[in-house]
């Protein structure tokens, strides 16, 4: 069964860090592109990050640019684990982090609408709290 689990999620203050994990069971994440979507209330899914096959792909990084400059993705291939490192966090960042799956070794081009579609597997999501 193709699972996707984040943690990581929680409160922060502004200026904080916070890193997010994404644990795969079921599949070999490393097949596929793997992105960073998040969602606040009333607001549409935001594409964050993605980050390519390395074994499939040449493992490339991709951002949005609320988050170039602060995020960085990462993969731990040995853990089936991606991860998203978040700098600088504020208020604004407060939102429900999700990670996906597409059943492709590229990301593909994160600035097309509906960037979401594309993504074939979902986890639940993360809370992420900015606030002081």
């Known amino acids: 069964q193709v699972q996707l689990v984040e943690s990581g999620g929680g409160l922060v203050q502004p200026g904080g860090s916070l890193k997010l994990s994404c644990a795969a069971s079921?599949?070999?994440?490393?097949?596929?592109?793997i992105a960073w979507f998040r969602q606040a209330p009333g607001k549409e899914r935001e594409g964050l990050s993605c980050i390519s096959s390395s074994s499939k792909s040449d493992g490339s990084t991709l951002y949005s640019d609320s988050a170039k400059g602060r995020f960085t993705v990462s993969r731990d291939n040995a853990k089936n684990t991606v991860y998203l490192q978040m700098n600088s966090l504020e208020p604004e960042d407060t939102a429900v982090y999700y990670c996906a799956a597409r059943r492709w070794p590229h990301c593909g081009n994160m600035n097309v609408s509906g960037y979401y579609r594309a993504m074939d597997y979902w986890g639940k999501g993360t809370l992420v709290t900015v606030s002081s």
């Open positions: 079921g599949f070999t994440l490393d097949y596929y592109a």
